[in-house]
T-cell receptor
């Protein structure tokens, strides 16, 4: 059974640019969530996708958007990058809504 | 919004010691979870608690879901060097938007020099 995999592992972007981060859910998991973890802090909920629809969103602006594909893989897109977007972005999947989340190792995004 | 206060923020352990950390919330949760995060990796689930008062063990780890549903603690017995890392508590509320997890700020466990 493969776990949650994310790509790329590291990324450097310039302020104002756009970025796409990718995630493959753990086998058999149909729910995917994205979290932002700033340095020295706990992860913060961005949004969750279930059956290709966003079904919950945290306190993040609309320039944070996502997609979930029929194979349950997912993307996180961030437009108009700001310096404060520098963080570790974590993808997590679960077998059903409400069951424990299993996290990937994240993508470290640096915005300069 | 919901806030989770995790304490202590950091602690030093000596091999063989028992350690304890806790998490308190301003409001109730239906589920409490404890994760460990090592450098360069994502959080790994240690223990999940689903019922107020529940006491659950996973090897040397023991966690409890507080009766008020506003707190939880994690104990590590007979600590070993690989226990070093950052431990996060997380609360989940049924029917919350996206079944989101609310995380504490973490307890950083370090080895005594």
């Amino acid at each position: 059974e493969t776990g949650v995999t994310q790509s790329p592992t590291h990324l450097i972007k310039t302020r104002g640019q756009q970025v796409t981060l990718r995630c493959s859910s753990q086998s058999g998991h149909n729910t995917v969530s994205w979290y932002q973890q700033a340095l020295g802090q706990g992860p913060q909920f961005i949004f969750q996708y279930y059956r290709e629809e966003e079904n919950g969103r945290g306190n993040f602006p609309p320039r944070f958007s996502g997609l979930q594909f029929p194979n349950y893989s997912s993307e996180l897109n961030v437009n108009a990058l700001e310096l404060d977007d520098s963080a570790l972005y974590l993808c997590a999947s679960s077998s059903r809504q409400g069951s424990p989340l299993h996290f990937g190792n994240g993508t470290r995004l640096t915005v300069t | 919004g919901q806030q989770l206060n995790q304490s202590p923020q950091s602690m030093f352990i000596q091999e063989g010691e028992d350690v304890s950390m806790n998490c308190t919330s301003s409001s109730i949760f239906n589920t409490w979870l404890w994760y460990k995060q090592d450098p360069g990796e994502g959080p790994v689930l240690l223990i999940a608690l689903y019922k107020a008062g529940e006491l659950t063990s996973n090897g040397r780890l023991t966690a409890q879901f507080g009766i008020t549903r506003k707190d939880s603690f994690l104990n590590i017995s007979a600590s070993i060097p690989s226990d070093v890392g950052i431990y996060f508590c997380a609360g989940q509320l049924f029917k919350a938007a996206g079944n989101k997890l609310t995380f504490g700020g973490g307890t950083r466990v370090l080895v005594k020099p």
